[in-house]
């Protein structure tokens, strides 16, 4: 339509998304996996980390941490007798370019990372972004057609492993008051809802507190795409954590990397409310998980 906004943090995170564009680039990805971590060349399920790698950088002023997600991940699924394939080249998803019209380079991104995985032969892909998923679950078939494999978020992943007594988890985190942010991606676009409170119920021993907003009714963490990140947009995400921090909750945890950042990137700096008003510990859903395994060998 001609009309065009203002992008975030000097366009790099979309100019990053067009480099990846370019078949001649070769990344070299795994760096970030922890030690004694087990991943394969070839198997049944891969794990697509995203742009998790590229914001632990960008973001590091605000301590986003993304990589601990990732490396949850990989943790889960070793503790499930799961050793993911991983691409050493894998390219972002294309999720922002997408959705600011760049139809060229997301459909060029789409083809080369539906390509890398079909190699692997894998059966499942299973996500940790809200956005990955929602992009290769949804968007990549109008692009590539029949995927020829399963895309899951690790929610569904985790949801299915519980429901089916394939782990056993004791409730980890006790006395813990805990509230749940619904990613706009994960909830109102896939309709995913019901799947992280039950990974969340599975490692409390006391009910999750809901926000008053939740579920197709959420209040969006304030930014897409990486556009007009300004006053408004953090407005939003400050009215966000004042709505979780009046449930009670100590921790507020999403299922989406950058829920997770704009959240905290709105606590950063001055703030135009006291801080105690919005002060609440933010996970990642997958890091929170993790955290309950790691307690439970402790204990074992």
Request: with cysteine; proline share 4%.
């Amino acid at each position: 339509m001609g009309r065009t906004k203002s992008c975030a943090h000097k366009n790099i995170l979309l100019d990053l998304q067009r480099i990846m564009a370019n078949p001649k680039i070769d990344q070299n990805r795994l760096k970030w996996l922890p030690k004694g971590a087990k991943h394969s060349q070839s198997g049944d399920v891969l794990y697509f980390v995203g742009c998790l790698p590229y914001f632990d950088v960008i973001f590091r002023d605000i301590k986003a941490k993304t990589l601990e997600t990732a490396r949850s991940v990989v943790r889960i699924l070793n503790r499930a007798d799961i050793e993911p394939v991983l691409l050493e080249n894998e390219r972002c998803c294309g999720h922002d370019l997408h959705f600011t019209g760049d139809k060229m380079n997301f459909e060029k991104l789409a083809r080369m990372n539906v390509s890398a995985i079909r190699k692997t032969n894998v059966r499942k892909v299973i996500t940790s972004c809200a956005e990955c998923y929602r992009t290769l679950k949804l968007d990549y078939p109008k692009v590539v057609g029949e995927l020829g494999f399963e895309v899951l978020h690790i929610s569904e992943f985790l949801a299915d492993l519980i429901e089916n007594e394939e782990i056993e988890l004791p409730s980890a985190f006790k006395e813990k008051k805990v509230t749940y942010h619904d990613p706009c991606r994960l909830g109102r676009h896939m309709g995913l809802y019901d799947q992280p409170r039950t990974v969340i119920d599975s490692i409390l021993d006391t009910d999750l507190l809901e926000m008053e907003r939740n579920r197709e009714n959420a209040l969006c963490c304030g930014v897409n795409s990486w556009l007009n990140c300004g006053k408004l947009s953090k407005q939003i995400q400050l009215d966000r954590l004042k709505e979780a921090k009046a449930t009670g909750a100590d921790w507020l945890i999403t299922s989406c990397p950058k829920c997770q950042i704009h959240l905290k990137c709105a606590t950063d700096g001055e703030l135009p409310i006291k801080r105690s008003e919005v002060n609440l510990k933010i996970y990642d859903l997958p890091v929170l998980f993790a955290k309950a395994l790691h307690q439970e060998k402790s204990k074992g």
